[in-house]
Antibody, heavy 123, light 113 residues
Framework: EVQLVESGGGLVQPGGSLRLSCAASGFTFSSYEMNWVRQAPGKGLEWVSY????????YYADSVKGRFTISRDNAKNSLYLQMNSLRAEDTAVYYC????????????????WGQGTLVTVSS | QSALTQPASVSGSPGQSITISCTGTSSDVGGYNYVSWYQQHPGKAPKLMIYEVSNRPSGVSNRFSGSKSGNTASLTISGLQAEDEADYYC?????????????FGTGTKVTVL
């Protein structure tokens, strides 16, 4: 069974840092592209960042570029999001999401999501 | 990086059909057949309902269907049921001179009357 379990969320002051983790199980993690998606309280989904299966290709949303860093450790089946210079508007539930793949061909949709971890930026 | 545009709310009676639109630009919805749709119940993680415009993942009811014309994609739910009441989001791959990645829609709350 595919499982994605996020951790690392919590309360942090503006300007502070936090590192989120996503532990993957039930599939060959090293073969899949991954993403972080966030959802502010009562708001819609916002894509945050993408990382290729090898980690060689990375994309960021403009809203987090220069402040957030996505990474992965395929040996540990884990995805990470280092968040620096946090702002009140970064307050959200952060989900890790797997990119769908079928027959060895990678798609562009997210077929499995974690339960999310809440990040609150407030003084 | 603007969100795709969806109606804030759509409603229908049980058994009816409803359609949710998702409007983007030629850099996202119109430029690629990479539109997907997600269903989200309160307090839950999103669930993939449609991928690559019109394909259903295994286990998703055939009452859900997707299509696209130009810069606008659509999700149709036929034979509306009470459990379909949820928020729905479209998403598209996007690529431009300044950005590559994904963009989500503004979200649509579906109410079953």
């Amino acid at each position: 069974e595919v499982q994605l379990v996020e951790s690392g969320g919590g309360l942090v002051q503006p300007g502070g840092s936090l590192r989120l983790s996503c532990a993957a199980s039930g599939f060959t993690f090293s073969s899949y592209e991954m993403n972080w998606v966030r959802q502010a309280p009562g708001k819609g989904l916002e894509w945050v960042s993408y990382i290729s299966s090898s980690g060689s290709t990375i994309y960021y949303a403009d809203s987090v570029k220069g402040r957030f860093t996505i990474s992965r450790d395929n040996a540990k089946n884990s995805l990470y999001l280092q968040m620096n210079s946090l702002r009140a508007e970064d307050t959200a539930v952060y989900y890790c999401a797997r990119v769908r793949e079928e027959g060895g061909i990678t798609g562009t949709s997210f077929d499995y999501w974690g339960q999310g971890t809440l990040v609150t930026v407030s003084s | 990086q603007s969100a795709l545009t969806q109606p804030a709310s759509v409603s229908g009676s049980p058994g009816q059909s409803i359609t949710i639109s998702c409007t983007g630009t030629s850099s996202d919805v119109g430029g690629y057949n990479y539109v997907s749709w997600y269903q989200q119940h309160p307090g839950k993680a999103p669930k993939l309902m449609i991928y690559e415009v019109s394909n259903r993942p295994s286990g998703v009811s055939n009452r859900f269907s997707g299509s696209k014309s130009g810069n606008t994609a659509s999700l149709t739910i036929s034979g509306l049921q009470a459990e379909d009441e949820a928020d729905y989001y479209c998403s598209s791959y996007t690529s431009s001179s300044t950005l590559e990645g994904y963009v989500f829609g503004t979200g649509t709350k579906v109410t079953v009357l």
